[in-house]
């Protein structure tokens, strides 16, 4: 009897044990699902924080991403660029020359005479072609020289104007307005200590002028 009583008892924990371990099994496969499942929806956790460097979203390039940004074509060889203002290595730019002066030597002697230009009056202020000179003089003293021309022409004031502006450029001097009397028209030219003065008056079919100048000799 007591044989009998101890068989069934081990057959019935047999039977307990094995329903259990069936059971165990059965929770174990669903916890597993339920994680997998959870991976596999790609659902992020709210807070967590965003990573740089990340993958690209809809097309989007991630920001710190150095090889996504593109170079420049041209590179920073412009501002190397010479701008032509300076001389190519090897060459020698040319000497500058200065105008020459209008008394380049020593003064002249006093002189003054009619119906003629005198000697040693200077070149630049010579009168133009179609021109009767009336009087003209030379009066020098320590250095400084006075020249005077009156005359007449044929030429009208706008072509005795080009005459002495052509003329008196090559020696470096500057034109500025001048008062005169109505109907006149008058400029001077300075350089320096130098000036001329030109007072043009219409005259008939063409016109008078006078001259005057105040110049250094290169004498001194």
Do not use: C, N
Request: hydrophobic share 35%; charged share 15%; glycine share 14%.
């Amino acid at each position: 009897m007591k044989r009998s009583t101890a068989i069934v008892v081990a057959v019935l924990v047999a039977v307990l044990f094995a329903a259990g371990g069936v059971g165990l099994a059965v929770w174990q496969a669903g916890t597993a699902s339920d994680t997998g499942g959870t991976a596999a929806s790609g659902t992020a956790d709210p807070g967590a924080e965003p990573q740089d460097g990340g993958a690209a979203v809809d097309g989007e390039t991630p920001a710190g991403d150095s090889t996504a940004e593109a170079a420049d074509p041209e590179g920073d060889a412009s501002d190397g660029d010479q701008d032509g203002s300076e001389a190519p290595a090897g060459y020698t730019l040319p000497p500058v020359t200065a105008a020459p002066t209008l008394v380049p030597g020593p003064a002249p002697r006093d002189a003054a005479a009619d119906g003629e230009v005198v000697d040693g009056f200077p070149e630049g202020l010579e009168p133009p072609p179609a021109s009767t000179v009336e009087h003209s003089s030379l009066s020098t003293d320590d250095g400084r020289v006075q020249a005077s021309l009156t005359g007449s022409s044929t030429s009208g004031v706008d072509e005795l104007l080009v005459h002495y502006r052509t003329a008196l450029a090559a020696y470096g001097m500057v034109e500025l307005p001048a008062e005169t009397a109505s109907g006149s028209t008058a400029v001077a030219f300075t350089r320096g200590d130098d000036q001329v003065t030109l007072v043009i008056t219409p005259d008939g079919s063409g016109s008078s002028y006078e001259l005057f100048g105040t110049l250094t000799s290169g004498g001194g």
